[in-house]
């Protein structure tokens, strides 16, 4: 069931810990990740603020961080490290609450143009789990092609 409340991105911001903190609590969602929920809405406020440097001290990576808004409600967030030779690692993650309802799709496609628009990317990569098919489905409507396996990961690439 497809929903027209518009998705939009906006940069991560530590004003963005309570909403995120609510959309990222349920244990459904770490299905297929490492670590839990967030403990406390300080504990996302820090992270995002430790985010929000932009790059680890060498350099060698640019991190950005997307709030990702569904009309008007906190529903996740999107992410990506780009490296020096203009590929750049992407992913989400997102409420239940929205699985399903092409949110996540779009709020991929809105990071993906942010990345060729904004930062010259011309390739990214994606990783699932072997057992996260929604997942892989949605990559795959992305225009991402699955390159290898390793252990329980799929790794996905596409060129823009």
Not at 22 to 36: C, E, M, N, T, V
Request: hydrophobic residues 35%; contains cysteine; glycine residues 8%.
């Amino acid at each position: 069931m497809f929903d027209n409340r518009p998705v939009t991105l906006a940069r991560q911001h530590p004003e963005h810990a309570e909403g995120l903190y609510a959309a990222l609590r349920d244990p459904q969602i770490y299905a297929f990740l490492d670590g839990g929920p967030p403990r406390s809405v300080d504990d996302v406020r820090e992270r995002i603020e430790r985010l929000t440097e932009g790059c680890p001290p060498d350099g060698s990576e640019i991190w950005l961080n997307w709030t990702v808004f569904h009309g008007e409600s906190i529903v996740g967030s999107t992410q990506a490290t780009i490296v020096k030779t203009g590929s750049a690692s992407i992913a989400y993650v997102l409420s239940p609450t929205v699985w399903g309802k092409g949110v996540a799709q779009r709020a991929a496609e809105l990071t993906m143009a942010e990345l060729t628009e904004r930062h010259g990317v011309s390739h990214l990569l994606a990783d699932t789990e072997t057992g996260n098919l929604p997942s892989q489905r949605l990559l795959h409507r992305l225009g991402f092609s699955e390159t290898h396996r390793e252990g329980r990961d799929i790794f996905h690439a596409r060129d823009i």
